[in-house]
């Protein structure tokens, strides 16, 4: 019963993540809060690493090159993504696009971990995609030929894209997950750092900024990613990509309660979306082939 719990609060800190990191984009650039987000997340998560789980640091650090992509992928990749995007899309856009997740984790776990689903869970898959066009296009789906897509939601529809791989990758990991998390930090902490130096990257000079930053490093760095990785241990990765879609739900709570309102199309974007998940999740969950 603890996957689930673990799996609510990351998506939940994750869609504060969206809504303050829209704010900080506004006078940080994304490569500072990527950085520092990881620099003061790193020894708090090494220490407890330590602490908690013990692990053999050679035999882990044996698994470098995997650990290395997986914080290439989910540290660096996906956050500088994000971060860019929600400088030019708002946050309950990119929080309905990540919604499409679920889906392109399950496409991914039959082409490369071998699982299988039905039909209906195809007919999910479909609909949560149909969901994304609507809001990418702002309900005008012939722009998808013209190419006339906001530049922010094109670089989140990278970002999913990028998710997507990690959580395969991660579900294949072997290493205790508090220790993964941490040993992926670190390592994107010291690969950003060179492009941190080379762009004068400083800390935060407001106490606004500062704020945000706390919450960014605290809870979807700190919390949210180790949670993932808990329940990873014992949830497969279509299960868990299933939850991501709690984002649009919190997501657009926190931003009606910030008094923004949402658009006809973000609604039944939203609905397809859900209603498509609910479809690959439930009827149409993949099952691992037997060996």
């Not at 195809?122 to 609909?127: A, E, F, Q, S, T």
Request: glycine share 8%; with cysteine.
């Amino acid at each position: 019963m603890k996957a689930p719990l673990y799996l609510v609060l990351a998506t939940l800190f994750w869609s504060g993540n969206y809504v303050v990191g829209q704010a900080a984009v506004a006078s940080m650039t994304p490569l500072q809060l990527t950085f520092w987000r990881w620099a003061l997340a790193a020894v708090p998560l090494l220490v407890l690493a330590h602490l908690v789980e013990k692990p053999d640091w050679r035999t882990v650090l044996r698994r470098w090159p995997v650990l290395l992509l997986l914080s290439v992928l989910g540290m660096s990749g996906y956050t500088l993504l994000l971060y860019s995007a929600l400088g030019y899309t708002s946050a309950l856009n990119a929080s309905l696009i990540t919604a499409a997740n679920p889906a392109l984790i399950v496409v991914l776990a039959i082409v490369v971990l071998g699982e299988k689903t039905t039909r209906l869970g195809w007919l999910g898959i479909g609909l949560g995609m149909l969901g994304v066009l609507l809001v990418l296009t702002r309900g005008e789906l012939e722009r998808v030929v013209s190419l006339t897509i906001n530049t922010g939601e094109l670089m989140m529809t990278g970002a999913i894209g990028v998710w997507a791989c990690y959580t395969i990758v991660a579900r294949r990991l072997g290493v205790a997950p508090i220790t993964s998390t941490a040993v992926q930090v670190a390592m994107a902490t010291v690969t950003l750092a060179p492009f941190a130096v080379a762009l004068h990257v400083q800390l935060p000079s407001t106490p606004a900024d500062a704020w945000s930053l706390a919450y960014i490093a605290v809870f979807p760095s700190l919390g949210a990613y180790l949670f993932w990785n808990l329940a990873l241990k014992t949830t497969p990765p279509g299960t868990a990509g299933n939850y991501l879609n709690l984002m649009v739900v919190f997501t657009a709570v926190i931003t009606v309660v910030l008094g923004t309102a949402l658009t006809l199309v973000q609604v039944a974007g939203g609905i397809l979306v859900l209603a498509g998940v609910l479809l690959t999740g439930t009827k149409g969950q993949a099952r691992v082939k037997a060996a």
